[in-house]
């Protein structure tokens, strides 16, 4: 039986993950937690997710409960992801890294700290993402330079990153099957007189409105024709049943760091 510390008990992912972890026969809730003076603390996790008490306290900081667990789930902030994992790396603790928005420095320190540990680290741990990642790369290399590649992303008004890494994952994908540099390719917004679109172009738009959990879109517009590829979340269980799915297949693998497409096998 894996047992799992759940970071961001409290918060939206953390509660739906500890609902997963609940229905799983594999995989136990061993601790929780949540930053020092987050007013959780101290309650019961299970109550705080909405599924009844599971005597598992939250805890205010990993230090109290790295050693209750095999694996440490983290949906919560940069910041907190890099300084959980700083400790995880110390404890030699499995972890699932779901935050999203960790960009420059903190990117690879996370990542070189990410190697020693048994890590998966993935912007969607949704099937279907991982799905369209794949098929995406294939889509923008059989449609060549004709077709114009745009990505549409739309969540919930309460995300605070943007655009959502899922979204910048998929126009990687569409740089590197179409040999771009996306750095110099990508166009976040577009105003006034902007002129013909540039050939080379990937497009990556944001929408916030609601309650929305998670749409991904990629266009390919060509002259005459399009498709579109569409990926929408019904609600937050899909990445939670990824990232307990990824928990309990990292705790068997030797170190390194895996993304959502080593653990559902779609390297191949
Ligand atoms: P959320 O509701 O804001 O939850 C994050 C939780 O982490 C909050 O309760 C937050 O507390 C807590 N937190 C902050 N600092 C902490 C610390 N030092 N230690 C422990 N907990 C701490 O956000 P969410 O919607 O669950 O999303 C969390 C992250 O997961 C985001 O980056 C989001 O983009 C990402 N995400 C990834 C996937 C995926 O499949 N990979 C899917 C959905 C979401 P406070 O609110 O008090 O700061």
Redesign the pocket.
């Known amino acids: 039986m894996v047992k799992a510390i759940v970071?961001?008990?409290?918060?939206?992912?953390?509660g739906r993950i500890i609902h997963m972890i609940h229905q799983n026969p594999d995989i136990e809730l061993a601790a929780a937690?949540?930053?020092?003076d987050?007013p959780?603390v101290g309650s019961d996790a299970g109550t705080s997710a909405g599924i009844g008490e599971l005597g598992v306290p939250i805890s205010g900081s990993?230090a109290e409960v790295v050693d209750k667990g095999d694996v440490l789930i983290e949906?919560?902030?940069?910041?907190?992801t890099v300084?959980?994992l700083r400790t995880a790396v110390e404890k030699g603790l499995a972890v699932v890294i779901?935050?999203?928005?960790i960009t420059g420095a903190m990117l690879e320190e996370v990542q070189d700290l990410a190697k020693r540990v048994r890590c998966v680290m993935?912007?969607?741990?949704?099937v279907g993402v991982n799905v369209m990642f794949k098929i995406a790369g294939l889509m923008a290399e059989i449609l060549g330079p004709d077709f114009d590649m745009e990505i549409l992303e739309v969540h919930h008004r309460?995300?605070?990153?943007a655009p959502?890494?899922t979204a910048m994952k998929l126009a990687q994908i569409l740089a590197q099957a179409t040999g771009r540099d996306l750095e110099k390719v990508a166009t976040y917004e577009r105003k006034g007189l902007i002129g013909e679109r540039p050939k080379d172009e990937i497009g990556i738009q944001t929408w916030r409105a609601g309650d929305i959990a998670?749409e991904h879109t990629v266009l390919f517009g060509g002259m005459g024709e399009r498709l579109e590829l569409i990926h929408r979340a019904h609600s937050?269980d899909n990445?939670a049943r990824?990232?307990v799915r990824a928990a309990i297949w990292v705790v068997e693998q030797p170190p390194g760091l895996y993304d959502m497409q080593d653990v559902l096998g779609l390297k191949k």
């Open positions: 970071s961001g008990a409290a918060g939206r992912m953390g937690l949540e930053r020092p987050h959780a990993l949906f919560t902030t940069p910041e907190a300084a959980n779901g935050t999203t928005g993935a912007p969607n741990m949704s309460f995300k605070k990153d959502s890494g998670g937050r990445f990824g990232a």
